[in-house]
């Protein structure tokens, strides 16, 4: 039996004293006595009772205090941990917690997290193939304007392919004109070689016809650049300049030095001759020309010495005759070539 107990059987009446002593297994007959000490002694306990209650409940009051104080104290420390923190005293709290409210997070992140990336995805996707697009796109357009920029300056440079013809095949020989056109040779040569490297990144019809005219073209290009060589070259053979105009005041010493000096460069400058197949006859009659020219030359200075007038003068006639066939000859090979290539120019049109 406790005190609690005891208190009870002590506050009930005598009547159910027995009863609850029964109850709480006493034997039913036991007497209970009650004296001044006992009725005294209980009247301490019962007190020292209370005040035990009194403090239990004041105890437990501090110690709610207690644990209010520790948890402020918690948080106040948690805020100076947070501005200082130390490695070494760091203790976590409510780790089940922070785990729970980081995959909430994580829970209601993924309903619109993973539509997000599948808008970027689509809109980079997009965007790629669209910016791909339009710069090949762009690049096409700039590749066809460079094309046409390219085939209309080629074009318009073979149109003046003709003229350049017929300054070559003249008669009349201008080192001037001859000068100028060779320079602008140059350039269509240069254009024709552009508009080549061009069209090998290009997808025409028909380019096998436009390669062959292509190559025609620059056939006639490379036989004009020999025939203006060609032209310059004889321009400085058996060139006499009035000096077989003879009379008697003719100085023989002289003239012969000056044929002699006409005679080796002429022979220079036919033996640099460009090989042109149009003009392989003419070639070999400048050849015989020479030859025939050497011995006139001589001749025609030993008839002098000897004062034979007549003979002199048959002579220089040779050597003009000489000059005029190999001249003559040239003219026509001249007057072949340009109708030749006049044909073939009529006949390949414009580039495409």
Known sequence: M????????????????IKILDVLGFEADTTIIQTPDIIKELDNLRITNEFEMVDEEIESIEIGRELVTTKENIFDTREIEESNPDTQTFVPLNITSQIKKIWTDL????????????????????????????????????????SVSITENTNNNIGQIP??????????YSRYDVSNASA??????????QYQENLENRDIPDSETVFASLDKLFNIVNKLDALFTYRIMHSEILIYDGI???????????????????GAKSNLNGETLPDLEEFREHKEL?????????????????????????VALTLISAIELNKETETAFFNSSLKIFNDNYSKILENLGSLP
């Open 2 to 17: 406790n005190i609690r107990d005891y208190l009870f059987i002590r506050k009930a009446k005598s009547s159910n004293k």
């Open 107 to 146: 829970e209601m992140r993924r309903q619109w997290v993973v539509p997000t990336l599948l808008v970027v995805a689509t809109v980079s996707i997009i965007s790629f193939v669209s910016v791909f697009f339009i710069n090949m796109r762009n690049n096409n357009i700039q590749n066809e304007t460079i």
């Open 163 to 172: 003229q350049l013809l017929d300054v070559a095949t003249n008669p009349f």
């Open 184 to 193: 602008n040779l140059q350039i269509i040569e240069t254009s024709l070689l």
């Open 244 to 262: 077989l105009q003879i009379d008697e005041n003719t100085n023989i010493d002289t003239l012969a030095a000056e044929l002699s000096l006409i």
């Open 286 to 310: 400048v050849n015989s020309a020479l030859t025939t020219a050497q011995d006139l030359h001589g001749r025609l200075v030993a008839s002098l010495r000897n004062n034979e007038n007549e």
